[in-house]
């Protein structure tokens, strides 16, 4: 008879020094290593945006007894040069009023520095104006809003020496885009700080991603209805030397191109001033996009309630109070919006007091402007859009139709016949 003898190991016991010993360290080492992703001074707050006229540009060349007179008499001259820029900016024909120094103080709300040299008894600069859109705006015959698009999040992407970055570390693109100034832009921007978890959520990889789920809980941190994502690549040919820049305007979680182009300067020190030129290049793209209806939010993003929700607020016992057209009239108000070409004020007035002739149209009101271009009309009407639309076309204007919207433009004169009258 044999005997056998099995042994077994005993299973190990994970003692509490161990823990400490080995664990610890490894969960110290990761949140360290989160930490070093957003800890840093790497943010840089936007400028102050507010809806004020900014007039850039300016240059002066002053003197004085002192330095701060020489600077005192150059900012007087830069109010006076900037009213009658801004002026011939908003009101395409005849000459600024005279306004004295102390009028001009009280609706200039602040004087910007872009370059200047302060000398014992002179200063020269380059100045930018801005001036209130309330005070001013009363003296332009401007008075309503500016249209602007749904809020869009800002994801500046920076590429240099290969690596693509947007907050991981302070850029010149992401300063660039600090100073800024959107007021007088038709893009409502909302740009981040790029301080605390910017770095985390709004990164290079995150601009390149199309989970719609993810898009959404970022925009919701922020607010935003979708994202634009300009993009910034940068090539030095040599140190010190010259700088190539591809810049391209794109937008939506699918990374929609808008458009590209190129700009070059000399050496590192322009490269702030091309920055700045490409964001204004970047700015008209989207603005035209705006207006071409390109730049909207993307469907997919919309959380919509459910049918359930919606069908249990309408109410079988209201049915008879619903609006039935009959013959191109309703019995209930609707909102009809116009869009319009602008070139100056006189051509905001006279659309209003157009729309506003015309019978069954209860009120009109240029809700979203820009002179220049393309502004829109809400009109409060009790007719539909057919019936809006002949009468229009019967005064002699051009209409295009869309979805609850109507585009109208002054039709062309009839070309003369040939060998004249006689």
Do not use: C
């Not at 229009?392 to 016949?417: C, D, H, K, M, Y």
């Amino acid at each position: 008879m044999t005997n056998s003898l099995s042994l077994t190991r005993p299973a190990p016991k994970i003692s509490r020094a161990w823990i400490a010993g080995i664990l610890l360290p490894l969960l110290l080492l990761l949140g360290a290593i989160v930490y070093a992703q957003i800890e840093g001074d790497r943010g840089i707050p936007p400028v102050a945006s507010g809806g004020d006229f900014e007039v850039s540009g300016i240059k002066v060349d002053a003197s004085g007894k002192t330095a701060q007179e020489a600077r005192a008499n150059a900012w007087r001259d830069a109010q006076r040069k900037g009213w009658e820029k801004l002026w011939s900016q908003v009101n395409r024909s005849g000459a600024a009023p005279k306004l004295s120094d102390s009028a001009l103080d009280g609706i200039v709300s602040a004087i910007v520095v872009e370059y200047e040299q302060i000398g014992p008894r002179r200063y020269i600069a380059t100045l930018g104006v801005l001036f209130d859109r309330a005070r001013a705006g009363e003296l332009l015959g401007v008075s309503g809003s500016v249209m602007r698009s749904a809020p869009m999040l800002v994801v500046p992407v920076y590429i240099s020496g290969g690596s693509a970055q947007t907050f991981e570390n302070r850029t010149p693109w992401q300063a660039a885009w600090a100073r800024y100034r959107t007021a007088e832009s038709v893009v409502d921007y909302i740009r981040p700080h790029g301080s605390g978890a910017d770095s985390l959520l709004v990164n290079a990889a995150q601009s390149g991603r199309r989970s719609r789920t993810w898009w959404r809980l970022i925009l919701d941190q922020f607010g935003a209805a979708d994202v634009v994502v300009p993009v910034a690549h940068i090539e030095r040919q040599y140190p010190g030397g010259p700088i190539t820049g591809r810049f391209a305007a794109r937008f939506g979680p699918d990374s929609r191109l808008l458009g590209s182009f190129t700009l070059r300067a000399r050496n590192s020190d322009g490269l702030p001033a091309m920055l700045d030129e490409a964001i204004q290049r970047l700015d008209r793209i989207y603005a035209g996009a705006v207006r071409s209806g390109d730049l909207r939010p993307d469907a997919s993003l919309i959380i919509e309630k459910p049918a359930a929700i919606v069908e249990e607020l309408i109410d079988d016992s209201l049915a008879e109070e619903i609006p039935v057209e009959s013959g191109g009239l309703t019995t209930g108000a609707q909102i009809i919006s116009i869009q319009f070409d602008t070139p100056d004020v006189a051509a905001v007035q006279s659309g209003e007091r157009l729309l506003r002739g015309i019978p069954g149209v209860q009120s009109a009101s240029t809700a979203s402007l820009a002179l220049g271009g393309t502004s829109v009309m809400q009109v409060n009407a009790t007719i539909d859009i057919e019936a809006l639309r002949g009468a229009l076309e019967a005064r002699g204007w051009r209409v295009q139709q869309g979805a609850g919207v109507l585009r109208i433009s002054r039709a062309q004169a009839p070309a003369s016949p040939p060998g004249g009258g006689g």
